[in-house]
């Protein structure tokens, strides 16, 4: 199985990420969307609190965890949700990629994704022996039927946001072949020039959410990557069904992680907050980028500027590697991004600003 894996692609960045470390100012790495910021006080009080967990926890969460996720839903996306339904992941990253095989796929299915996207949806298919297609929308596939079809909005790399019209077409699409879409909605609180929509919103799925689920992670709204803490929720017999295989298998978020997330999930000042730090960011970064000679693309949301000089993307790594900035080459995510780079909100102010200056010099 491991033969059939695709080469780890963040490896091919280390010359440059070594060019970038030689420059006198030193490295502004923006290639990786690793939250830089503080974790919450709140978040970080809770977990010292529940430190004291002797007892394995609950696979399912706590039903704290739950009801505080599904007043969050309520609250900032318009999803109801029933706890019921909502099953706590040790981080979505390990979602993406085991959630193929825990559904069921396997040699002879195909599972859909965006032509540009996240790597793990590839890696996800290939771990069960499943046929990976990327595709630029729908009608490409034909008479084919995916067994899953994975959707990111907002878009990690672009940054894109699909519309509720849109999110309406999918989900038709799929229940008329008995599809499984899995949306993974990851920045959906980081909406800056277009509002995120979940497809679990009432006006995309009528209510019914049946044959669908969502991903969500607390790693960039409330900087808890180091956590591991997200979730699945969506179709009740779906999240049932991942929810036994998880139980036997093992797949456990720890207490102390389920009480920061309940904390976490039941707070928005430190989201405002959060956004506010990246919106100041994203604009001066933008700015710059598009003074050096940067066209923008897309990134309406999420924590990505989508950048193209109209050249192809490793001779752009290599130039903004000589300024000691390091971003990602488009291609990471797929052939269509060849000629854009994804530049990362994710750093600090100070190294934010270094990087200004030196587009701007």
């Known amino acids: 199985m491991i033969k059939t894996l695709p080469d780890f692609p963040w490896d091919l960045l280390a010359p440059y990420k070594e060019q970038a470390r030689q420059h006198a100012g030193g490295i502004v790495d923006l290639s990786v969307g690793t939250p830089v910021d503080p974790t919450p006080e709140i978040v970080r009080r809770a977990l010292v609190d529940a430190a004291d967990a002797p007892g394995y926890p609950a696979t399912y969460g706590t039903p704290e965890l739950r009801d505080a996720v599904a007043g969050w839903l309520t609250r900032r996306l318009g999803v109801e949700a029933d706890p019921a339904a909502i099953l706590p992941v040790i981080g979505t990253k390990e979602a993406v990629a085991w959630l193929p095989t825990l559904l069921g796929a396997g040699p002879g299915d195909t599972v859909a994704f965006p032509e540009l996207a996240y790597p793990t949806y590839d890696v996800g298919a290939r771990l069960a022996g499943a046929t990976s297609r990327a595709v630029d929308g729908l009608l490409s596939l034909g008479p084919e039927t995916p067994k899953i079809v994975w959707i990111n909005s907002p878009s990690n790399p672009t940054g894109k946001v699909l519309p509720a019209e849109h999110l309406r077409k999918v989900v038709a699409w799929a229940r008329t072949r008995g599809a499984i879409v899995i949306s993974d909605e990851c920045y959906i609180e980081l909406g800056w020039d277009a509002e995120p929509v979940s497809v679990l919103r009432p006006d995309v799925c009528d209510g019914d959410h049946g044959g669908l689920l969502a991903l969500h992670s607390l790693s960039k709204r409330s900087n808890l990557a180091g ?88 001779d752009t790594v290599k130039a903004m590697a000589e300024l000691g900035v390091l971003v990602a080459p488009g291609e990471f995510y797929g052939e269509a991004g060849a000629r854009h780079v994804r530049v990362a909100m994710t750093a600090t102010d100070e190294r934010v600003d270094a990087a200004v200056a030196r587009l701007t010099a």
């Open 227 to 314: 956590y591991r803490a997200g979730l699945i929720t969506g179709d009740p017999s779906l999240v049932a069904a991942l929810l036994e295989v998880r139980k036997h298998a093992g797949m456990i978020v720890p207490a102390p992680v389920q009480a920061a997330m309940t904390a976490a999930y039941g707070d928005d000042a430190h989201v405002e907050e959060q956004r506010a730090r990246y919106a100041r960011r994203r604009a001066v970064l933008r700015t710059a980028l598009e003074s050096y000679g940067f066209r923008i693309d897309h990134s309406e949301a999420g924590l990505y500027l989508w950048a193209t000089r109209d050249e192809p993307c490793w």
